[in-house]
């Protein structure tokens, strides 16, 4: 609904409600409108998500410099045509790019 409302609002259609906006998300939901994954908004949200998923994950534990790790395997996630989530299948597939990271007591 924020996007929504942002574009509302840089189109300068000020007069849109509550309401509207609830409508718009709904339509956008069911139609699965694709351009919102450009939407630089979108892609932070994507980061953030994939972020907190790789943290929740016990496996995270087994890494010093979890943000770096992370930002390797989001690197990797993001240019590819697959899911924009975490999974820990990640880390044996990108085993080699964050090994240097990988706390060896494990």
């Not at 979108?42 to 534990?61: A, I, L, M």
């Not at 880390?91 to 990271?101: A, H, M, N, R, V």
Request: glycine residues 2%.
């Amino acid at each position: 609904m924020a996007v929504i409302k942002r574009k509302a609002e840089a189109d300068q259609n000020l007069s849109i409600t509550v309401g509207d906006l609830i409508n718009r998300a709904k339509e956008m939901t069911d139609s699965k409108q694709t351009w919102l994954k450009d939407l630089p908004e979108e892609q932070t949200y994507q980061w953030n998500n994939f972020v907190k998923g790789f943290c929740n994950s016990p496996k995270s534990h087994e890494f010093n410099r979890k943000m770096k790790v992370a930002a390797i395997l989001w690197h990797h996630v993001k240019h590819s045509t697959g899911s924009k989530q975490y999974h820990d299948r990640l880390l044996d597939q990108f085993s080699e790019d964050i090994k240097p990271y990988h706390i060896k007591n494990h």
